[in-house]
């Protein structure tokens, strides 16, 4: 076998500092409970220091206030459990995992995604495993486990390197993390913060889990064609074939076929059923009072997390049933029970963010960046496609050293959101700016979790391997992920298409 020997850059130098600074990074809880004292000491020196800004819109001066005074600490003491409870990503992530974890735990991604990659033609095997890969973030972060080695695995028993299979699956399930055909548990989990800062500027504001869908639908099509090119073009010549063991996918068992196929009918049948509830003028997905099917009062708009819940608890529980993984009741309540169980770390963090964002918004420090920002921004002249632009790279180089998509935009939407919206901006793109940052640089960042996982997999293959290898041929997805992306989302603001339904791009 030939390993892949290279010199070692002043590039690959760079990204060994920044995985020794990134470990010095304290984990995410504490990181909040950082910036929630930080919260709470700015807000007494500035009330101290009678820092103000006028609202734009109700030309009303707003000074911050002081969390230290009595009212203040009453006020925390006393809402800390109602911040907890109304956290809105708390409520929609646990609902979401009540049908993915279902999913997932019966194994009916795995099983999908291994019948999927089976019998392929070797000149479609690379686009299949981008769209495939792409397509897995849907379940989550099961698509950063199980694509990789199967990707790798396919390859090799088409005699194809299986680093370059196992590279870009990675690339494409890290770097296009926000595309997806489907409206999934991403859409969801980042849209509560995102209604949150947006009601920090307007009380009224309403953002849906599906305000980016249109935009992601283009934009999978669109990175399965890159990351296909990229792939073909760039990394599989300069990986080179190699001199590796054919090795082949574990077949899809006899009742995971079954169970797959009854599965896919439960699946049809629920989306059939949705949509004879919605297309019938009155149908009970549709606004009683307008009739709309995509107005933010419609059932279907307010119901759209419990229905996509629905989407994988049915198929999953059939899948579940049919292959034998849920034989009772019992089995249900276990493997729910084990999937909230995962979600305990997220729901201590939950904690602290809700503390902290909450401490952001009463001391009016949100809202008065945001005011100071865009008065900057307006005062600096840029064209709005530059502050697009801008704030994808802000996102992306943050992403470097900050890995959770929750974390971050817990941290930047009170600010940006509100800050885009008195330019005119819409929370959707915003928000869809923000997750093109967010997923271009999961691709070549050592801090990402799953990265370690990525060289465990590859040394199986290539024990000297290092993380320089994986990375410099991973940089040229990271690339051209974000020149794509980029052009698209200023075409789209310049064209002025909607984001999602009811979602346009201004305000």
């Given at each position: 076998?030939?390993?892949?020997?290279?010199?070692?850059?002043?590039?690959?130098?760079?990204?060994?500092?920044?995985?020794?600074?990134?470990?010095?990074?304290?984990?995410?809880?504490?990181?909040?409970?950082?910036?929630?004292?930080?919260?709470?000491?700015?807000?007494?020196?500035?009330?101290?220091?009678g820092v103000s800004a006028v609202h734009?819109?109700?030309?009303?001066?707003?000074?911050?206030?002081?969390?230290?005074?009595?009212?203040?600490?009453?006020?925390?003491?006393?809402?800390?459990?109602?911040?907890?409870?109304?956290?809105?990503?708390?409520?929609?992530?646990?609902?979401?995992?009540?049908?993915?974890?279902?999913?997932?735990?019966?194994?009916?991604?795995?099983?999908?995604?291994?019948?999927?990659?089976?019998?392929?033609?070797?000149?479609?095997?690379?686009?299949?495993?981008?769209?495939?890969?792409?397509?897995?973030?849907?379940?989550?972060?099961?698509?950063?486990?199980?694509?990789?080695?199967?990707?790798?695995?396919?390859?090799?028993?088409?005699?194809?390197?299986?680093?370059?299979?196992?590279?870009?699956?990675?690339?494409?399930?890290?770097?296009?993390?926000?595309?997806?055909?489907?409206?999934?548990?991403?859409?969801?989990?980042?849209?509560?913060?995102?209604?949150?800062?947006?009601?920090?500027?307007?009380?009224?504001?309403?953002?849906?889990?599906?305000?980016?869908?249109?935009?992601?639908?283009?934009?999978?099509?669109?990175?399965?064609?890159?990351?296909?090119?990229?792939?073909?073009?760039?990394?599989?010549?300069?990986?080179?074939?190699?001199?590796?063991?054919?090795?082949?996918?574990?077949?899809?068992?006899?009742?995971?076929?079954?169970?797959?196929?009854?599965?896919?009918?439960?699946?049809?049948?629920?989306?059939?059923?949705?949509?004879?509830?919605?297309?019938?003028?009155?149908?009970?997905?549709?606004?009683?009072?307008?009739?709309?099917?995509?107005?933010?009062?419609?059932?279907?708009?307010?119901?759209?997390?419990?229905?996509?819940?629905?989407?994988?608890?049915?198929?999953?529980?059939?899948?579940?049933?049919?292959?034998?993984?849920?034989?009772?009741?019992?089995?249900?309540?276990?493997?729910?029970?084990?999937?909230?169980?995962?979600?305990?770390?997220?729901?201590?963090?939950?904690?602290?963010?809700?503390?902290?964002?909450?401490?952001?918004?009463?001391?009016?420090?949100?809202?008065?960046?945001?005011?100071?920002?865009?008065?900057?921004?307006?005062?600096?002249?840029?064209?709005?496609?530059?502050?697009?632009?801008?704030?994808?790279?802000?996102?992306?180089?943050?992403?470097?050293?900050?890995?959770?998509?929750?974390?971050?935009?817990?941290?930047?939407?009170?600010?940006?959101?509100?800050?885009?919206?008195?330019?005119?901006?819409?929370?959707?793109?915003?928000?869809?700016?923000?997750?093109?940052?967010?997923?271009?640089?999961?691709?070549?960042?050592?801090?990402?979790?799953?990265?370690?996982?990525?060289?465990?997999?590859?040394?199986?293959?290539?024990?000297?391997?290092g993380m320089g290898t994986l990375i410099?041929?991973?940089?040229?997805?990271?690339?051209?992920?974000?020149?794509?992306?980029?052009?698209?989302?200023?075409?789209?603001?310049?064209?002025?298409?909607?984001?999602?339904?009811?979602?346009?791009?201004?305000?």
């Amino acid at each position: 076998m030939e390993s892949v020997k290279r010199k070692k850059s002043k590039f690959n130098t760079f990204l060994d500092w920044l995985e020794r600074a990134g470990n010095k990074l304290p984990e995410p809880l504490t990181l909040f409970v950082w910036l929630a004292f930080i919260a709470i000491l700015i807000s007494f020196i500035g009330s101290l220091m009678g820092v103000s800004a006028v609202h734009p819109l109700t030309n009303k001066t707003i000074t911050v206030i002081n969390l230290l005074s009595k009212e203040g600490i009453q006020k925390m003491l006393m809402n800390a459990v109602s911040n907890f409870a109304n956290f809105p990503p708390l409520g929609l992530v646990l609902t979401c995992i009540l049908g993915v974890g279902l999913a997932e735990k019966t194994g009916l991604f795995s099983a999908l995604l291994r019948k999927s990659l089976s019998n392929v033609k070797k000149s479609r095997i690379v686009m299949l495993v981008v769209f495939t890969s792409i397509m897995a973030n849907a379940a989550a972060d099961t698509g950063f486990i199980v694509m990789p080695p199967l990707a790798a695995m396919l390859f090799a028993s088409a005699g194809m390197n299986p680093l370059v299979g196992m590279m870009v699956s990675y690339a494409s399930v890290a770097g296009g993390f926000s595309a997806n055909l489907l409206v999934n548990s991403l859409d969801v989990l980042v849209v509560g913060f995102t209604q949150s800062a947006a009601e920090l500027l307007d009380p009224s504001a309403v953002v849906n889990p599906a305000c980016n869908w249109y935009f992601l639908i283009v934009s999978t099509i669109l990175l399965t064609a890159t990351a296909t090119l990229v792939t073909t073009k760039v990394v599989a010549p300069r990986m080179g074939k190699g001199n590796f063991l054919v090795e082949r996918v574990e077949e899809v068992t006899e009742s995971e076929v079954k169970g797959l196929k009854y599965a896919g009918i439960a699946t049809l049948a629920y989306l059939i059923l949705c949509i004879i509830l919605a297309m019938p003028q009155g149908g009970l997905l549709r606004d009683p009072e307008t009739g709309s099917l995509l107005s933010f009062s419609s059932p279907l708009m307010k119901g759209l997390v419990p229905l996509i819940t629905l989407l994988f608890f049915i198929p999953g529980y059939v899948f579940g049933k049919v292959s034998g993984k849920i034989k009772s009741d019992k089995d249900i309540v276990a493997i729910l029970g084990q999937a909230m169980a995962e979600m305990g770390p997220y729901i201590v963090l939950s904690f602290v963010i809700a503390q902290f964002i909450n401490y952001f918004n009463w001391s009016n420090l949100g809202i008065i960046m945001a005011i100071k920002g865009a008065d900057f921004l307006k005062n600096l002249g840029a064209p709005a496609p530059i502050l697009l632009v801008s704030f994808i790279i802000i996102s992306a180089l943050i992403n470097l050293f900050v890995g959770s998509c929750s974390a971050k935009w817990a941290i930047l939407s009170p600010i940006f959101v509100p800050m885009f919206m008195l330019l005119g901006f819409s929370p959707a793109l915003t928000q869809m700016a923000y997750r093109i940052g967010d997923s271009i640089t999961n691709v070549i960042t050592p801090l990402l979790p799953y990265f370690a996982i990525l060289v465990a997999f590859a040394k199986k293959y290539d024990k000297n391997l290092g993380m320089g290898t994986l990375i410099a041929n991973m940089l040229p997805y990271t690339i051209a992920f974000f020149i794509l992306w980029s052009i698209q989302i200023v075409l789209w603001f310049l064209i002025g298409l909607p984001l999602g339904p009811g979602s346009p791009v201004l305000l």
